[in-house]
């Protein structure tokens, strides 16, 4: 079926069909012309026929016999009329034998033009007797007689000869006439196959367009019924996401609402352990509460930043994070953090270094405690994660595109392909013993990442485990001043 694939365009099909009508119709005109070449052949001409000869030939026959009869009786004047009529037709027949209707022979037989003129010259010769039948002699009459007598033969010889040949005698189909049937015939057995195949052409194609609208039919019952359950499926997922939406929005104001809750408890700690710290009311006995007070400190400040951090990832979530944008200098941002982390960095046998302010100043427009807080959790990532001996650089300017950048690079213990693409999630920590001696909640780089965004920045990552990590906060264009 595969072949008649172009029956599928309904043009072609036109077109056929067409074709199939015009073709019907010069089949019909052509069998219409045939039929009627054929009675025509049929039709008996009998000027045409070789009983023309034999008329002839009678006609002579009588001009003979009124000879034969006034040689007898000269003086006979019906007779002398007789004679003279009988001479006029046979020489009338003669000649219409000899020039036919449209002045031409009408026979082609071999010997018959010299036999029609023979006969000519004979009535030729005969004229200036039978003009003057009055005073023919007997015997001029008797010379006459016998010599039409002699030539009459040979016209029945040539009208036999027709009679019995049917390539002249005119009442068969000619040679010619026989080829154009044959030719007509063929024509016709050609145009009726040509018809009989675009007709079966025609048929498979409608047959096999049938099959097709049914199978589409199916087709379209399937996907009506895939629609109805995709439908269904749409207006679940549409319930179980406004229902994760509602669940978000609730997990959003618990963690609001107990962050604020747990600050207040927390500032009390934190003032209390401060003073006691100090020892504001006295010294504190036995000493060793004064470790214990030292600690009680420092997990109410790890406590306190956990929940500052986590208040403000809620915050952001929620759309309730602004930003309290102004013109700021990159320098101080950065020499915040690494003032911040000096003591922290010596400790840990780390060298901390504040890289040189370009000229002129990269100044931006953007939130200082903000930027603040992205440098000081990169840079305290930066030495938590890079062991004695290593180093960290905090650095800042302007990148090849324009746009102000901050890096905080070290030498610690890197991040791998793998977990690099996971630590910007909340709660993220990467499993290994360097992370697991330190304090952290993994809220610190999903917070860097949230405030860039803020800021319509981005955080990169450039870092292979052993090698050290490469961190850089890239700020809009349009916020470079
Ligand atoms: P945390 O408070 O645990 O540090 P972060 O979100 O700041 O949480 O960091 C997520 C994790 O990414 C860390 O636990 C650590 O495994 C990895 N990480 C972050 N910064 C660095 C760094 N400079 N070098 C190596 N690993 C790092």
């Known amino acids: 079926?595969?072949?008649?694939?172009?029956?599928?365009?309904?043009?072609?099909?036109?077109?056929?069909?067409?074709?199939?009508?015009?073709?019907?119709?010069?089949?019909?005109?052509?069998?219409?012309?045939?039929?009627?070449?054929?009675?025509?052949?049929?039709?008996?001409?009998?000027?045409?026929?070789?009983?023309?000869?034999?008329?002839?030939?009678?006609?002579?026959?009588?001009?003979?016999?009124?000879?034969?009869?006034?040689?007898?009786?000269?003086?006979?004047?019906?007779?002398?009329?007789?004679?003279?009529?009988?001479?006029?037709?046979?020489?009338?027949?003669?000649?219409?034998?000899?020039?036919?209707?449209?002045?031409?022979?009408?026979?082609?037989?071999?010997?018959?033009?010299?036999?029609?003129?023979?006969?000519?010259?004979?009535?030729?010769?005969?004229?200036?007797?039978?003009?003057?039948?009055?005073?023919?002699?007997?015997?001029?009459?008797?010379?006459?007689?016998?010599?039409?007598?002699?030539?009459?033969?040979?016209?029945?010889?040539?009208?036999?000869?027709?009679?019995?040949?049917?390539?002249?005698?005119?009442?068969?189909?000619?040679?010619?006439?026989?080829?154009?049937?044959?030719?007509?015939?063929?024509?016709?057995?050609?145009?009726?196959?040509?018809?009989?195949?675009?007709?079966?052409?025609?048929?498979?194609?409608?047959?096999?367009?049938?099959?097709?609208?049914?199978?589409?039919?199916?087709?379209?019952?399937?996907?009506?019924?895939?629609?109805?359950?995709?439908?269904?499926?749409?207006?679940?997922?549409?319930?179980?996401?406004?229902?994760?939406?509602?669940?978000?929005?609730?997990?959003?104001?618990?963690?609001?609402n107990m962050s604020h809750e747990l600050r207040t408890p927390l500032h009390s700690i934190l003032g209390f352990s401060e003073t006691i710290k100090r020892a504001s009311f006295g010294p504190i006995q036995p000493p060793r509460y004064a470790e214990y007070v030292g600690h009680i400190h420092q997990s109410a400040e790890h406590l306190f930043s956990l929940v500052e951090d986590l208040l403000s990832l809620t915050r952001i979530e929620a759309r309730q994070y602004t930003l309290n944008e102004t013109r700021l200098d990159l320098a101080a941002p950065c020499r915040f953090a690494v003032d911040l982390l000096r003591s922290k960095a010596e400790a840990g046998g780390i060298s901390l270094t504040l890289g040189e302010a370009p000229a002129p100043p990269v100044v931006i427009f953007a939130d200082l405690r903000t930027v603040r807080q992205c440098v000081l959790n990169l840079a305290n990532n930066a030495v938590k994660f890079t062991p004695a001996g290593g180093s960290v650089s905090v650095t800042w300017g302007v990148n090849a595109e324009g746009e102000a950048e901050i890096t905080v690079a070290d030498t610690g213990i890197g991040i791998s392909a793998d977990e690099q693409g996971s630590v910007f999630d909340p709660f993220y920590q990467v499993d290994h013993g360097l992370a697991r001696q330190h304090t952290g909640a993994g809220l610190g780089l999903p917070l860097v990442k949230s405030l860039i965004e803020l800021h319509g920045g981005r955080v990169t990552l450039v870092s292979r485990p052993g090698d050290g990590s490469r961190f850089t906060l890239t700020f809009p264009k349009d916020r470079l001043i």
């Open 1 to 256: 079926m595969t072949a008649l694939r172009f029956l599928y365009n309904r043009r072609v099909r036109i077109t056929l069909l067409s074709l199939l009508t015009f073709l019907t119709m010069i089949a019909a005109v052509v069998t219409y012309l045939a039929d009627k070449e054929r009675q025509a052949a049929a039709r008996l001409d009998f000027s045409r026929s070789p009983w023309a000869i034999a008329a002839t030939e009678v006609e002579a026959l009588r001009y003979s016999h009124a000879l034969n009869l006034l040689a007898r009786t000269p003086d006979d004047p019906a007779l002398r009329r007789e004679t003279l009529r009988r001479f006029d037709t046979t020489w009338s027949r003669v000649d219409v034998l000899k020039h036919g209707p449209e002045g031409k022979p009408l026979f082609r037989l071999p010997g018959y033009p010299e036999t029609l003129e023979a006969f000519d010259k004979v009535l030729n010769d005969q004229d200036p007797l039978i003009a003057h039948l009055d005073k023919a002699t007997p015997d001029e009459l008797r010379a006459a007689y016998s010599q039409i007598n002699k030539i009459i033969p040979r016209l029945r010889e040539a009208f036999l000869t027709m009679l019995t040949d049917p390539n002249y005698n005119g009442m068969r189909s000619s040679a010619a006439q026989n080829e154009l049937e044959a030719r007509l015939g063929l024509l016709l057995i050609g145009l009726d196959t040509l018809i009989i195949v675009l007709f079966i052409l025609l048929i498979t194609e409608i047959s096999s367009t049938q099959r097709l609208l049914r199978h589409s039919d199916a087709m379209v019952a399937v996907l009506r019924e895939r629609e109805a359950e995709l439908a269904t499926l749409h207006a679940a997922s549409q319930q179980a996401r406004q229902q994760a939406e509602e669940a978000n929005n609730a997990k959003t104001a618990f963690l609001a």
